[in-house]
């Protein structure tokens, strides 16, 4: 998502309409699943057998666009429905509506792990929200022996009004995981993960505001950002994750049977 290649930038509007325009657009897509209100298209890369481009859409009634946006910010309430994530928090503040943070997930065992370092942004456009981000390098957080570090290229959510109380949520994600995974691995996160992790943001859309009314109902400093406590970071102390400078694990030959995917792993 750099421009350049090698240059590490906060994101402008024109990359948010960019970014908008793919999350809309049909062309090139693939359908891989749609069943219950949820959609999942994938776009095989020219360059790459293993990185796919993955879109996944669906539709939130009885929970407003501004809801969403607040439940994929909130990262105390992120700990209540993300039961894949082993960590997350934030690093640092680029500016009002741009941060470095970390996340790690758990993968179904027997694959390791996987963590980011990311440089996320978002933007209120009109009447959608919209939040993107790409693999960065920070000095004081390099990858660990415990995890795989995974990049993602290009990573986003877009949220749209459907009508008066309800909203349409797209995610787009183009992630290098580092490894070489088995080719059933790949299918059954479009046909099984990624539909079940877009119902769970769906179900904590509803439940979100009866929880925030209870924790800190004033505190959005992704909405307020005089709220933000966060340490400032300069551009100058991040570089660009290139996939390339890091481990490349080999976990082709595990078996299906040997992977076990809990319900609370999917």
């Given at each position: 998502?750099?421009?350049?290649?090698?240059?590490?930038?906060?994101?402008?509007?024109?990359?948010?309409?960019?970014?908008?325009?793919?999350c809309?657009?049909?062309?090139?897509?693939?359908?891989?699943?749609?069943?219950?209100?949820?959609?999942?298209?994938?776009?095989?890369?020219?360059d790459?057998?293993?990185?796919?481009k993955?879109?996944?859409?669906?539709?939130?009634?009885?929970?407003?666009?501004?809801?969403?946006?607040?439940?994929?910010?909130?990262?105390?309430?992120?700990?209540?429905?993300?039961?894949?994530?082993?960590?997350?928090?934030?690093?640092?503040?680029?500016?009002?509506?741009?941060?470095?943070?970390?996340?790690?997930?758990?993968c179904?065992?027997?694959?390791?792990?996987?963590?980011?370092v990311?440089?996320?942004?978002?933007?209120?456009?009109?009447?959608?929200?919209?939040?993107?981000?790409?693999?960065?390098?920070?000095?004081?957080?390099?990858?660990?022996?415990?995890?795989?570090?995974?990049?993602?290229l290009?990573?986003?959510?877009?949220?749209?009004?459907?009508?008066?109380?309800?909203?349409?949520?797209?995610?787009?994600?183009?992630?290098?995981?580092?490894g070489?995974?088995?080719?059933?691995?790949?299918?059954?996160?479009?046909?099984?993960?990624?539909?079940?992790a877009?119902?769970?943001i769906?179900?904590?859309?509803?439940?979100?505001?009866?929880?925030?009314?209870?924790?800190?109902?004033?505190?959005?400093?992704?909405?307020?950002?005089?709220?933000?406590?966060l340490?400032?970071?300069?551009?100058?102390?991040?570089?660009?994750?290139?996939?390339?400078?890091?481990?490349?694990?080999?976990?082709?030959?595990?078996?299906?049977?040997?992977?076990r995917?809990?319900?609370?792993?999917?």
């Amino acid at each position: 998502m750099s421009r350049g290649g090698e240059v590490v930038y906060i994101p402008d509007d024109s990359d948010f309409y960019t970014f908008r325009d793919q999350c809309e657009s049909q062309e090139g897509w693939n359908s891989q699943y749609n069943k219950a209100g949820v959609t999942v298209w994938s776009q095989t890369q020219e360059d790459s057998k293993t990185i796919k481009k993955i879109k996944m859409q669906i539709a939130c009634r009885d929970v407003p666009p501004e809801t969403l946006y607040d439940v994929l910010h909130d990262t105390c309430y992120r700990k209540k429905w993300d039961t894949n994530m082993i960590e997350t928090y934030d690093i640092g503040r680029l500016t009002v509506n741009a941060d470095v943070g970390y996340y790690s997930w758990r993968c179904p065992s027997p694959l390791k792990n996987r963590d980011f370092v990311t440089l996320r942004s978002w933007l209120p456009l009109g009447s959608d929200y919209m939040i993107i981000n790409y693999s960065v390098k920070h000095p004081k957080y390099p990858p660990r022996k415990d995890f795989v570090r995974a990049v993602s290229l290009q990573t986003g959510y877009l949220i749209k009004a459907a009508d008066s109380q309800g909203s349409i949520l797209f995610y787009l994600t183009q992630v290098d995981p580092r490894g070489s995974l088995p080719k059933w691995v790949v299918n059954k996160a479009s046909q099984y993960v990624a539909p079940k992790a877009m119902k769970k943001i769906y179900k904590a859309g509803l439940k979100y505001p009866e929880w925030k009314r209870k924790h800190n109902p004033s505190f959005k400093p992704w909405v307020y950002p005089e709220q933000n406590t966060l340490p400032s970071i300069s551009l100058a102390e991040l570089s660009l994750q290139h996939a390339d400078s890091l481990e490349n694990i080999d976990e082709s030959s595990l078996t299906e049977d040997r992977v076990r995917i809990s319900d609370e792993e999917a």
